[in-house]
Each structure stands twice: as C-alpha cells, then as structure tokens.
C-alpha cells in the first residue's frame, strides 16, 4: 500500500521559514517524479512545486520561486519543500503526491495517482 505521510507544518510568523516533508512507503520512489500541492480555505488545489525522479528538474509555481524549494532524497524516500519568507497568504494544507511519471512538470493534481493527508501551515501576519 502506498502511503505519503508529510510533516513540518504549524503556525509561524510572517517571514519565518519552514520545511515540510514528505515520507513515502509502498512505492520505489526514484521512479517517480514529485510534487507540492496547497489548498487554501474556499479556494481549489493549487500547484506549488515538483522534482524529476533524480532531481535534477525542479518546477515551481511562478510566484513562488525564489522563495520555495522542493529537493529530494531517494535514499531516505522523502521529498522535502523549503520554504522561506513566508506570507499570510501561504496558509493552505500543504499536500505532496507521487507523480504518474519520471519526468515532467507536472502540475495538473490530474497527473498524480497518490497524495498524502497534507500538513497545515498557518501563517500570522
């Protein structure tokens, strides 16, 4: 059974940082491209970031880059996100998921099979 357990959330303050990470089990991980997802309250899913299998490519939603970063570690299973100078408007369930694929930017939750229970971030202005 795959399983994506993510950690790292809480309350923080505005311009604080945070790292989220993802666990997984049930699947070879290096397989499979990575991804971020956060869900803001009344509002849809909202793509964040996503890794290649080896980590090499990394995609970012726009307004995020520079301050978020997803990285990985295939020994340790886990796909981790940094995130740094952190806004009110950052405060979401934080989801990562396993892509249907190595490669890709994918940032459709339509190209993931499996995500996790998500993690909260609050953020205090």
């Known amino acids: 059974q795959v399983q994506l357990v993510e950690s790292g959330g809480g309350l923080v303050q505005a311009g604080d940082s945070l790292r989220l990470s993802c666990a997984a089990s049930?699947?070879?991980?290096?397989?499979?491209?990575m991804g971020w997802f956060r869900q803001a309250p009344g509002k849809e899913r909202d793509f964040v970031a996503s890794i290649s299998w080896n980590g090499i490519s990394t995609y970012y939603k726009d307004s995020l880059k520079g301050r978020f970063t997803i990285s990985r570690d295939n020994a340790q299973n886990t796909v981790y996100l940094q995130m740094n100078r952190l806004k009110p408007e950052d405060t979401a369930v934080y989801y990562c998921?396993?892509?249907?694929?190595?490669?890709?930017?994918?940032?459709?939750?339509?190209?993931?099979?499996?995500r996790g229970q998500g993690t909260h971030v609050t953020v205090s202005s």
């Open positions: 998921a396993a892509g249907r694929t190595a490669w890709g930017q994918l940032r459709s939750p339509n190209e993931y099979d499996v």
């Open positions: 049930g699947l070879t991980f290096a397989r499979y491209a």
